[in-house]
């Protein structure tokens, strides 16, 4: 399973980015995560393998959206709204095939990507 994120950049605050994760497999339940500098990896947003469920961390509620389109075997997080404190590197991860439940921690997704990075400038 390959994943390769991309989309990352610098970006004004209160700017807009789209990250896109293309898989080599399909129908997977797919995430994104983050790390800042110093921090510890962290869950930011998932998505079942048919869109159904879809679920975020609680500060990004409301500024990031996660999509996927299977046919392109593509996953997409629109972040919104962006903030100096979002700068990271964001990774997509894939759990397992037609996940249907809410997966949050990093032991749950078998396989990662090599990440993209997000710079918020203030």
């Known amino acids: 399973v390959q994943l390769q994120a991309s989309g990352g950049g610098l970006v004004q605050a209160g700017g807009s980015l789209r990250l896109s994760c293309a898989a080599s497999?399909?129908?997977?339940?797919m995430g994104w995560f983050r790390q800042g500098p110093g921090k510890e990896r962290e869950f930011v947003s998932g998505i079942s393998w048919s869109g159904g469920n879809i679920y975020y961390a609680d500060s990004m509620k409301g500024r990031f959206a996660i999509s996927r389109d299977n046919a392109k075997n593509t996953v997409y997080l629109q972040m919104n709204s962006l903030k100096p404190e979002d700068t990271a590197v964001y990774y997509c991860?894939?759990?397992?095939?037609?996940?249907?439940?809410?997966?949050?921690?990093?032991?749950?997704?078998?396989?990662w990507g090599q990440g993209t990075q997000v710079t918020v400038s203030s």
């Open positions: 497999v399909r129908n997977y339940g």
């Open positions: 991860a894939a759990s397992r095939p037609y996940e249907t439940r809410k997966r949050t921690m990093l032991d749950e997704y078998a396989y």
